[in-house]
């Protein structure tokens, strides 16, 4: 029966193959156990480390900032769409002004022509008597044509007899009493106004009843 080892024998063996030398490392494994070592003398434990953020004022998406520039560009079309609308109602404005202003001065200088030319028909047809003559008869017709030219210019003929006097629409040329007629009223009228819109281009001379 073979001789079994006494404790002693059995620590010194285990003392001897403790201190024997570990199995020699690969060029690939001492590699990978230094960069080990060396990112555990550098690195933080990982539990400590906490990535840097950005501001949150500056991390800002596309969307997020056209959204933010739409409203600008909103404001800026609404402020230019007001102005052209304001700027094309003051075209227009001024030119219906200065329309009415060049057809006023012109009716202006029509209307001693017009006067005159009653004038002369209110003549004419006293001297001819009960019958009406051809001649005046046509140039009635030249003097309706005048009158049709001036409506359709917006130029309003105003006849204010048996209407209340109106200081800002007739000039009154005398004040009688007439037999019927309340105070203040136009009963006989010598020459007939022109209106233009609210613009009188000349009042009508009349006679007022006192």
């Given amino acids: 029966m073979a001789d079994q080892p006494t404790p002693e024998q059995g ?36 539990a400590d480390f906490v990535p840097a953020a950005a501001p949150a004022d500056e991390v800002e998406s596309a969307e997020e900032v056209l959204e ?64 009406e003559h051809e001649i005046t008869k046509g140039i009635r017709l030249v003097q309706a044509e005048f009158a049709g030219a001036l409506s359709r210019a917006g130029i309003v003929i105003e006849d204010p007899k048996g209407q209340p006097f109106d200081p800002h629409r007739h000039e009154a040329l005398a004040q009688a009493p007439v037999e019927g007629a309340p105070p203040g009223v ?12 609210d613009a009188v281009l000349r009042p009508a001379r ?3 009843s006192g």
Avoid at 186 to 197: A, F, R, S, T
């Fill in 11 to 46: 620590a010194a063996g285990s003392s001897a193959a403790a201190d024997a030398p570990d199995t020699p490392l690969s060029a690939e494994d001492a590699q990978a156990a230094a960069s080990d070592a060396l990112d555990e003398l550098t690195m933080p434990p990982e």
């Fill in 68 to 131: 933010e520039a739409e409203p600008d560009y909103k404001d800026l079309y609404l402020r230019a769409s007001a102005d052209m609308d304001n700027l094309r109602k003051r075209a227009r404005r001024d030119v219906g002004v200065a329309e009415a202003r060049g057809i006023g001065r012109l009716a202006r200088e029509l209307l001693p022509a017009l006067d005159n030319l009653e004038r002369a028909l209110q003549a004419a047809e006293a001297e001819e008597g009960v019958g």
């Fill in 186 to 197: 136009v009963v006989e009228v010598y020459q007939p106004g022109y209106v233009l819109g």
């Fill in 206 to 208: 009349v006679v007022v």
